[in-house]
């Protein structure tokens, strides 16, 4: 009779092992497809992280927008803690790229940065 050792692992983690490997396995054929064969671009990549960014920026603002609302609707229900808590987490999440993007305006590092909104 065989006897098989495996170690088991919980559903959730498969699937979140296997979600890695695939965008780990896309990402290499990114890495070599940038900058079409030539050499290293600097600016290419620049461009790259700031549209992410950007993206990012526009995701985390509706979500700062939707959790502003929801404190709102959690002080009309009578659950007022939770709705201040709300509403100030909305704001923070809301208005976080744009105070990163002033604190490098205002040091002065946002000309050699990926930081601010891609061209969209």
Not at 73 to 84: E, M
């Amino acid at each position: 009779m065989k006897t098989r050792f495996t170690i088991p692992t919980p559903t959730r983690l498969r699937s979140v092992l296997t979600v890695a490997a695939v965008l780990a396995l896309n990402t290499l054929s990114a890495f070599a497809q940038a900058g079409g064969g030539s050499t290293f671009n600097s600016t290419d990549l620049k461009t790259g992280i700031s549209n992410s960014l950007a993206v990012i920026m526009m995701f985390g603002f509706v979500l700062g927008i939707s959790s502003v609302i929801y404190g709102g609707f959690a002080i009309r229900r009578g659950d007022v803690d939770q709705g201040k808590m709300s509403i100030i987490g909305g704001a923070i999440i809301a208005s976080a790229p744009a105070l990163i993007f002033a604190f490098f305006k205002i040091f002065g590092i946002d000309s050699s940065s990926a930081v601010g909104v891609g061209s969209f």
